[in-house]
Structure formats: structure tokens, C-alpha cells
């Protein structure tokens, strides 16, 4: 498995908490590398359009497209799961990996930006939730949510509903952050892990 090791992104934690479950990691941002990895996670934090500049100027958005059409798994992780959209309206205008169908924008609604905190997240019967109840609390950080995806497996609620997880074929991203969610977070991960 490949963690990217991105600038924009706590690698060591999302590191650490992969490993705790089992998960043979590497971390790599070499493009050649990554375009035959089975399986990826795409971690992030920070701004989207920093982020996707990053992977634009290492070729490591066409590797990741490389690998995702030869059968490879990913995992999206906060800013990374954003990342796997056609665009966000972060500070203008970005394009995204187009992965998936959808635009990031930001929270709306009555309560302070950014979130940081538990949320409850509803989810539909998934291997990436097996053991999770619909209903268990993860912990999010950010500013910016797609409001409803086609590719939508989990939702939650902060001044409004949006999307806490996808999966489309072998892509799957995570608004929240598995790695400080406690147990389910590692449940989650593991179930990434395990994923065939």
C-alpha cells in the first residue's frame, strides 16, 4: 500500500494508525510508483488548490488515474477525498481528479467555520463500514463539503447535510478523519485494508 506523501497532509499519523491496522505501508510521491500501486491513500489537509497543484506538478494526479484503471484501490482522506471531485470553489476555481461527480464548497448554514469536531455519520450497508453502525460519531476538520454525491455511501449533519463518504468501483474517499476517530476510524481503515 502506498500513503502519499504529500506536503499537504499529518503523514505521520494517517502513517502510524495504517499500520496499527495491518497495512503495509510505503510512503512514496514518485509518480512511476504510485501509477502501479494496488492500493493507495490520498491524505489531506489545508487547501485544495495547493494540493492538487502539488500532485499536477509531481504527475502524481495522472498516476493516480493510471493506477485507478488498472484495478488499484483508493482512499481519500479529508482534503484527498475533496481532492477525488471534478472541481472546488476554494478560493476561486480548481479542478479536481474528476474520480468522482461533484463540486466542493463551503459549509453553509448557521454554526462556526471551520467544523471541528464529532459528528454522527449515517451510513448505507458498505464493506468500508462493516462493523460500524450507522449512526457512530467520526471527527471532522474543515471548511469545505460536497453537498450531496452521486457516489454518496455516508452523510452527516453541521448546519446542513453533506457528504461524508463515496465509493465509486475501487474509489472511496472520507470526509472525516479516520485516524483520529478512535476506534471506528480504525475499524475503517481496516476494512479499507481488507478491501478486495
Not at 56 to 78: F, H, P, Y
Request: charged fraction near 15%; glycine fraction near 10%; charge should be positive.
Amino acid at each position: 500500500m502506498i500513503l502519499i506523501d504529500s506536503p499537504y497532509a499529518n503523514i505521520a499519523n494517517i502513517a502510524r494508525a495504517l499500520r496499527a491496522c495491518g497495512g503495509d505501508v510505503k510512503l512514496s510521491a514518485d509518480a512511476a510508483s504510485i501509477a502501479t500501486a494496488r492500493k493507495i491513500v490520498l491524505p489531506g489537509v489545508g487547501s485544495f488548490a495547493a494540493a492538487m497543484k502539488w500532485l499536477r506538478e509531481r504527475s502524481i494526479d495522472d498516476a493516480i488515474r493510471t493506477a485507478i484503471s488498472n484495478g488499484a484501490s483508493l482512499l481519500g482522506i479529508c482534503v484527498g477525498h475533496q481532492l477525488l471531485f471534478d472541481a472546488s470553489h476554494e478560493m476561486g476555481t480548481t479542478a479536481g481528479l474528476g474520480l468522482l461527480r461533484g463540486e466542493v464548497e463551503t459549509l453553509r448554514g448557521p454554526l462556526p467555520v471551520p467544523q471541528i469536531g464529532w459528528n454522527r455519520v449515517k451510513s448505507v450497508d458498505h464493506p468500508l463500514f462493516a462493523g460500524i453502525a450507522s449512526g457512530t460519531p467520526f471527527y471532522f476538520v474543515h471548511s469545505y463539503a460536497v453537498a450531496k454525491a452521486e457516489s454518496e455511501i455516508a452523510r452527516t449533519e453541521y448546519g446542513g447535510t453533506f457528504t461524508a463518504a463515496v465509493q465509486r468501483a475501487r474509489v472511496c474517499g472520507v470526509q472525516f478523519h479516520p485516524e483520529k476517530s478512535s476506534v471506528a476510524g480504525l475499524q475503517l481503515l481496516r476494512n479499507f485494508i481488507a478491501w478486495n
